[in-house]
T-cell receptor, first 114, second 111 residues
């Protein structure tokens, strides 16, 4: 079991470029989510998905798109990168349902936008 | 979900118990208390959760006051590898499964 994997680990973009952050999990979890973490702050939810074909917005969705074509994969797309999107991005998948579910986080992607 | 308040930082000597407090005075009856930690540059890691009874697992103990307005996470024998930011999160049974992270407590275990 690899758990939750994210690629790339590091990325530098120029303003206006687009890219996709990859996230995959092999635990057959229905629920997956993307967070961003800015320096000295807690994680903020960007988008989440409750299953293949179903996505919804979190707290800070602007500038990001997601899709969920399979249970395993949940990519995050930056449409036109901006310096304000410089952050560490974490993908998570969740076991179980309801309040007793446990979140498993990936190792993160450090993104710098110049 | 109820808001939580944690001290921004704490120190603990290696081998001693680390007691991390959390206030959640607006917690409601169906809300659970969760603890996660984040070791530098890594993704958050689940530690423990509880409703009203004290809980213990291989990582830590969780003590919740009788009125449920505060809780304490206890790491019984802190090691240098326990240095991390610890997040106390309150979630209700009606909440979606995403977590709301505050700023947490930076615990530094000193040799």
């Amino acid at each position: 079991n690899a758990g939750v994997t994210q690629t790339p680990k590091f990325q530098v973009l120029k303003t206006g470029q687009s890219m996709t952050l990859q996230c995959a999990q092999d635990m057959n979890h229905e629920y997956m989510s993307w967070y961003r973490q800015d320096p000295g702050m807690g994680l903020r939810l960007i988008h989440y998905s409750v299953g293949a074909g179903i996505t919804d917005q979190g707290e800070v969705p602007n500038g990001y798109n997601v899709s969920r074509s399979t249970t395993e994969d949940f990519p995050l797309r930056l449409l036109s990168a901006a310096p304000s999107q410089t952050s560490v991005y974490f993908c998570a998948s969740i076991s179980g349902t309801g309040v007793l579910s446990e979140q498993f986080f990936g190792p993160g992607t450090r993104l710098t936008v110049l | 979900d109820a808001k939580t308040t944690q001290p921004p930082s704490m120190d603990c000597a290696e081998g001693r118990a680390a007691n991390l407090p959390c206030n959640h005075s607006t917690i409601s009856g169906n809300e659970y208390v969760y603890w996660y930690r984040q070791i530098h540059s890594q993704g958050p890691q689940y530690i423990i959760h509880g409703l009203k009874n004290n809980e213990t697992n291989e990582m830590a103990s969780l003590i919740i006051t009788e009125d449920r307005k505060s809780s304490t996470l206890i790491l019984p024998h802190a090691t240098l590898r326990d240095t991390a930011v610890y997040y106390c999160i309150v979630r209700g049974s009606g909440s979606a499964r995403q977590l709301t992270f505050g700023s947490g407590t930076q615990l530094t275990v000193l040799p």
